[in-house]
Nanobody, 124 residues
């Protein structure tokens, strides 16, 4: 059974940090690119970052220099380190896997597997 489980979300003050994890089971991430998306209430799902199997990474401008995506194929897990969090980063964060390539422009509908999401709240 294919599963993609996110964890690491929570409540953090502005300027704080969180590390999100996305663990896959039932399939190997080795040949997949992994994207992180977020969706705030009333807004469309937005691609935030992605990492390809060749370790090339992509970020949207609003998170460049603050977020870092990484992967550990041995653990079948992808991470999103989020630093200097802002109120506008608050959303439900999802990871997703796509066989082949990704960029922050890759449409969500093209991804093969999705996690259930983890809530990130940024508030003082």
């Amino acid at each position: 059974q294919v599963q993609f489980v996110e964890s690491g979300g929570g409540l953090v003050q502005p300027g704080g940090s969180l590390r999100l994890s996305c663990a896959a089971s039932g399939f190997s991430l080795v040949n997949y690119a992994i994207g992180w998306f977020r969706q705030a209430p009333g807004k469309e799902r937005e691609g935030v970052s992605c990492i390809r199997s060749d370790l090339r990474t992509y970020y949207i401008d609003s998170v460049k220099g603050r977020f870092t995506i990484s992967r550990d194929n041995a653990k079948n897990t992808v991470y999103l380190q989020m630093n200097s969090l802002k109120a506008e980063d608050a959303a439900v964060y999802y990871c997703a896997a796509i066989r082949g390539y990704c960029s922050t422009y890759t449409a969500p509908s093209l991804y093969d597997y999705w996690g259930q999401g983890t809530q990130v709240t940024v508030s003082s």
